[in-house]
């Protein structure tokens, strides 16, 4: 069973910066594609940005300019970097990570920004 695994959740103060890490073990971490996902409370889930297995991105309109995704294939890893963070940023933050007939989601890191 893969279970990805974030990290790096933590209370911020409005205008800093983050940066998460998921590690997924267990599949050969280069041929997925991998995602960031956010659910804040009351609001449905909702993408941040993805990544696919040939290293292109993809972020929506709302989330361009202040999220960047990045991977590192040796370390089974993908990271969130988050910039002038915003109190509406505050969420449970979600690592995906699918392909293959796959579908794998991490249990969350809670990201909570303070005016």
Same mark, same amino acid.
């Given at each position: 069973?893969?279970?990805?695994?974030? +990290?790096?959740?933590? /209370? *911020?103060?409005?205008?800093?910066? /983050?940066?998460?890490?998921?590690?997924?073990?267990?599949?050969?971490?280069?041929?997925?594609?991998?995602? %960031?996902?956010?659910?804040?409370?009351?609001?449905?889930?909702? /993408? *941040?940005?993805?990544?696919?297995? $040939?290293? +292109?991105?993809?972020?929506? $309109?709302?989330?361009?300019?202040?999220?960047?995704?990045?991977? =590192?294939?040796?370390?089974?890893?993908?990271?969130?970097?988050?910039? +002038?963070?915003?109190?509406? $940023?505050?969420? *449970?933050?979600?690592?995906?990570?699918?392909?293959?007939?796959? =579908?794998? %989601?991490?249990?969350?890191?809670? *990201?909570?920004?303070? +005016?």
């Amino acid at each position: 069973q893969v279970q990805p695994v974030e +990290s790096g959740g933590t /209370l *911020v103060q409005a205008g800093g910066s /983050l940066r998460l890490s998921c590690v997924a073990s267990g599949i050969t971490f280069r041929i997925y594609a991998t995602a %960031w996902y956010r659910q804040a409370p009351g609001k449905q889930r909702e /993408l *941040v940005a993805a990544d696919s297995s $040939d290293g +292109s991105t993809y972020y929506p $309109d709302s989330m361009k300019g202040r999220f960047t995704i990045s991977r =590192d294939n040796a370390k089974n890893t993908v990271y969130l970097q988050m910039d +002038s963070l915003k109190p509406e $940023d505050t969420a *449970v933050y979600y690592c995906n990570i699918r392909g293959h007939g796959n =579908d794998y %989601w991490g249990k969350g890191t809670l *990201v909570t920004v303070s +005016s």
